[in-house]
């Protein structure tokens, strides 16, 4: 039975250092020192009477009491954070923290002037855009470090609730000096001569490009496989091979003919951008507000 009582620091602390099996690493994502976390740790095993971590040099391992006082935590925390969630709905406030996470293509080219336009409206509101792969993007919404997800490519889990937002078209695009720059009706049997610039396979461009490869039976000649679109363009523009990108990521380098659009034989290679949340989750009034605006957004304005 507990002596003294357990306060909210506690649970906090304690949650943090489950997360991440650290103790600097929960000092540092609540912006406390070490030293304090420690301190509440130590505290609340006093008044559980319990050893809730088991030290291994600078990592630690919930216990089994640990294990077990965990999700009765966690579910304090979170009943907390609706509850403040609702005041603010009663009060219609928009306020707080909103973390949106995005693939590259939405993050880079559709979310921020979006963001600019909610921003004017809600300037007490601070907003972070994380811009992942989409297999990172879909991991921070089932952790609830982020609240709306933008990503161009079906999502794998099931627990995720999916709004469609339209198709993004990707391009076959060469430097201007390539020797497909005046060819047109290429087919992906023609990749087979090139070398094919990708992004890592975690990405919903590759993940489009590879389901279209395997359809097609086709092995591209080489792959050079770059981690950002900005390098893949730059690439191209140096003459290192072909890619598919968004229309999105080239419009500029299209209009200073830095990159040249090649015309496929067939049908247009396209992908869908969907809204992601959390099922289960009630969304803070700010990320309720922001996700109306995309809806709106990509309804009255064809974006691919």
Not at 201 to 225: A, F, K, W, Y
């Amino acid at each position: 039975m507990m002596s003294l009582p357990v306060t909210l620091a506690h649970l906090r602390v304690f949650a943090a250092v489950a997360k991440h099996c650290s103790f600097s690493r929960a000092a540092d994502e609540l912006r406390v020192s070490q030293p304090y976390v420690s301190g509440q740790i130590a505290g609340l095993e006093a008044r559980l009477a319990l050893v809730l971590f088991n030290r291994t040099g600078r990592r630690a391992y919930l216990s089994e009491a640990g294990k077990l006082f965990l999700p009765y935590a966690a579910k304090v925390l979170t009943t907390l954070q609706e509850a403040d969630r609702s005041l603010q709905d009663f009060r219609g406030l928009v306020t707080g923290h909103l973390v949106v996470a995005a693939s590259s293509t939405p993050g880079a080219y559709l979310l921020p002037r979006l963001l600019g336009q909610f921003l004017e409206d809600y300037p007490g509101v601070h907003v972070t855009l994380q811009i992942k792969d989409t297999v990172h993007v879909e991991r921070l919404l089932l952790s609830q470090e982020a609240e709306l997800g933008v990503v161009a490519s079906p999502p794998t889990s099931t627990e995720l609730a999916t709004e469609p937002l339209g198709l993004d078209e990707l391009l076959l695009v060469v430097g201007p000096r390539h020797r497909w720059v005046n060819r047109s009706g290429v087919t992906f049997k023609d990749l087979e001569e090139e070398r094919l610039l990708v992004r890592e396979r975690t990405s919903g461009t590759r993940i489009r490009i590879d389901e279209e490869l395997t359809r097609t039976r086709v092995q591209p000649r080489t792959m050079l496989e770059l981690s950002t679109v900005e390098a893949i363009r730059e690439a191209l523009a140096c003459g290192l091979g072909i890619s598919f990108l968004s229309k999105h990521a080239v419009q500029q380098d299209i209009a200073a003919r830095r990159l040249v659009v090649v015309m496929l034989a067939h049908r247009p290679l396209t992908r869908p951008i969907s809204l992601l949340t959390s099922t289960g989750h009630k969304l803070s009034p700010a990320a309720a507000v922001f996700r109306n605006l995309i809806l709106a957004e990509f309804t009255s304005a064809d974006r691919t």
